[in-house]
């Protein structure tokens, strides 16, 4: 079955910095790629996704990245601020049913 | 719409006790998912449906976990008897389909003493 991996596992930066996180996943046949922002206290919230039939998708700040060659992708954060700061999963999904990272904690200080 | 709807937020209960989560998903989604979420093995699915029926239950830990989806609006996720590791914050999601995210509910946090 599939399986994600994702890291780093913490990340700070500073404010105005770019953040990036890079997950990989095992089933050459995954065809789609969301990331989700978890805050404290709230579920999951889809931020951001990406297809197989395209390699960047971008979305004011925040761009994913995917190469299906190397069977990874990676979210970047630009002009990171406070309110970045969350748990950010990435997932693959092959079927109808999307396989998670372990998380990403952001940290970003003003 | 108002999102997918858990209730009740928190739970603590003793151990040995029935506990019921809740959710309510979003009108017109056909999937509905059951994770569990904790700090050391991060987000597991324990089972979801499609249509209302169950498709893939292997994330279930135990017999002492069930759940049942009587209609397209409202699903439950059972611990009977509940034991001190079952403390952990239980998210509900429903989705449109393969290839869509999900939408996640607020979550409940239950606490097993």
């Known amino acids: 079955g599939e399986n994600v991996e994702q890291h780093p596992s913490t990340l700070s930066v500073q404010e105005g910095d770019s953040a990036v996180i890079k997950c990989t996943y095992s089933d050459s046949a995954s065809n789609y790629f969301p990331w989700y922002k978890q805050e404290l206290g709230k579920g999951p919230q889809l931020i951001i996704d990406i297809r197989s039939n395209v390699g960047e998708k971008k979305d004011q700040r925040i761009a994913v990245t995917l190469n299906k060659t190397a069977k990874h992708f990676s979210l970047h954060i630009t002009e990171t601020q406070p309110e970045d700061s969350a748990v950010y999963f990435c997932?693959?999904?092959?079927?109808?049913?999307?396989?998670f990272g372990t998380g990403t904690r952001l940290q970003v200080f003003p | 719409d108002a999102g997918v709807i858990q209730s009740p937020r928190h739970e603590v209960t003793e151990m040995g006790q029935e506990v019921t989560l809740r959710c309510k998903p979003i009108s017109g989604h056909d999937y509905l998912f059951w994770y569990r979420q904790t700090m050391m093995r991060g987000l597991e699915l324990l089972i979801y449906f499609n249509n209302n029926v169950p498709i893939d239950d292997s994330g279930m830990p135990e017999d002492r976990f069930s759940a049942k989806m009587p209609n397209a609006s409202f699903s439950t996720l059972k611990i009977q008897p509940s034991e001190p590791r079952d403390s952990a914050v239980y998210f509900c999601a429903s989705s449109s389909g393969e290839g869509y995210g999900y939408t996640f509910g607020s979550g409940t946090r239950l606490t097993v003493v």
């Open positions: 997932a693959a999904s092959s079927t109808d049913k999307l396989i």
